[in-house]
T-cell receptor, first 111, second 114 residues
Framework: NAGVTQTPKFQVLKTGQSMTLQCAQD?????MSWYRQDPGMGLRLIHYSVGAGITDQGEVPNGYNVSRSTTEDFPLRLLSAAPSQTSVYFCASGGLGNTIYFGEGSWLTVV | GENVEQHPSTLSVQEGDSAVIKCTYS??????FPWYKQELGKRPQLIIDIRSNVGEKKDQRIAVTLNKTAKHFSLHITETQPEDSAVYFCAASKGTGGYQKVTFGIGTKLQVIP
């Protein structure tokens, strides 16, 4: 049982490049979400999904896209990377009862 | 939407003393309040949670209290140890029939001084 798996763990991008952060969970959770963590800003919700085919925006969705074609996977796409998107990204999933579990994080630097 | 305020942002205590972190929330419909601990370079991990039908919950040295009227909840750590040093996040959500998004506080960096 791997829990929540994120890849890559580290990535450096040039401004304007696009990339996808992958997230997979093997706990059959309906809820999946992406957060970004910046110094002094806590964990801010980017996008979330309450089931396959259903996604919604969080607090800071601009510049990011998501899709949920399966229960297991919830990729986060950066369309045109900007230095302001330099951050640590956490994927999280949850089941009944609202307890969520985080992946190990992805450290992204945009230069 | 929900807004969660957390304070203090930093907290230093001597080993063996108690630490208290306080949070307030804005949405009176929120009914689930977890606390997460994040060690440096690691993922946040759930340490304790409380639901709105309970006023207090304890797990060894950690306890959480909830005041629904004041929309206030707190984390209490007794007999602190150096390994308690980390960033602690409070959160709030409402789970009415389906899953709802979780809103986090800004975090408290706790330093336990040996």
């Amino acid at each position: 049982n791997a829990g929540v798996t994120q890849t890559p763990k580290f990535q450096v991008l040039k401004t304007g490049q696009s990339m996808t952060l992958q997230c997979a969970q093997d706990m059959n959770h309906e809820y999946m979400s992406w957060y970004r963590q910046d110094p002094g800003m806590g964990l801010r919700l980017i996008h979330y999904s309450v089931g396959a085919g259903i996604t919604d925006q969080g607090e800071v969705p601009n510049g990011y896209n998501v899709s949920r074609s399966t229960t297991e996977d919830f990729p986060l796409r950066l369309l045109s990377a900007a230095p302001s998107q330099t951050s640590v990204y956490f994927c999280a999933s949850g089941g009944l009862g609202n307890t969520i579990y985080f992946g190990e994080g992805s450290w992204l630097t945009v230069v | 939407g929900e807004n969660v305020e957390q304070h203090p942002s930093t907290l230093s205590v001597q080993e063996g003393d108690s630490a208290v972190i306080k949070c307030t929330y804005s949405d009176s419909a929120s009914n689930y309040f977890p606390w997460y601990k994040q060690e440096l370079g690691k993922r946040p991990q759930l340490i304790i949670d409380i639901r709105s039908n309970v006023g207090e919950k304890k797990d060894q040295r950690i306890a959480v209290t909830l005041n629904k009227t004041a929309k206030h909840f707190s984390l209490h750590i007794t007999e602190t140890q150096p390994e308690d040093s980390a960033v602690y996040f409070c959160a709030a959500s409402k789970g009415t029939g389906g899953y709802q998004k979780v809103t986090f506080g800004i975090g408290t960096k706790l330093q336990v001084i040996p």
